[in-house]
Nanobody
Framework: QVQLVESGGGLVQPGGSLRLSCAVS????????MGWYRQAPGKQRELVAH???????KYVDSVKGRFTISRDNAKNTVYLQMNSLKPEDTAVYSC??????????????WGQGTQVTVSS
């Protein structure tokens, strides 16, 4: 059984920064692609960023230049550094294990999520 546990969420003022972490444990088959999703109240779940085993990353347009996804394969951990946060970034952020098919990221395991609130 695989577990993904996120941490690092909280309340931050607009323009501030947060760093999310996601530790993966359990029976992991090989090294997987990893990603971060978010879901704001009343909105659809959105893929924010994903990263290959080799460290190549992609982002949704709304966070490009502000968010950075990274990973430590030895620690089975993925990070999301979020800078210049805006109120519209407020959401529950969850990490995932995934794979690529037809150039798209697909998740197959995910965590419970951590709340990020951007407000003055």
């Amino acid at each position: 059984q695989v577990q993904l546990v996120e941490s690092g969420g909280g309340l931050v003022q607009p323009g501030g920064s947060l760093r999310l972490s996601c530790a993966v444990s359990g029976s992991i088959q090989g090294i997987n692609a990893m990603g971060w999703y978010r879901q704001a109240p009343g909105k659809q779940r959105e893929l924010v960023a994903h990263i290959t085993t080799g460290g190549s990353a992609k982002y949704v347009d709304s966070v490009k230049g502000r968010f950075t996804i990274s990973r430590d394969n030895a620690k089975n951990t993925v990070y999301l550094q979020m800078n210049s946060l805006k109120p519209e970034d407020t959401a529950v952020y969850s990490c995932s294990l995934g794979y690529y098919y037809d150039s798209y990221y697909h998740e197959y395991e995910w965590g419970q999520g951590t709340q990020v609130t951007v407000s003055s």
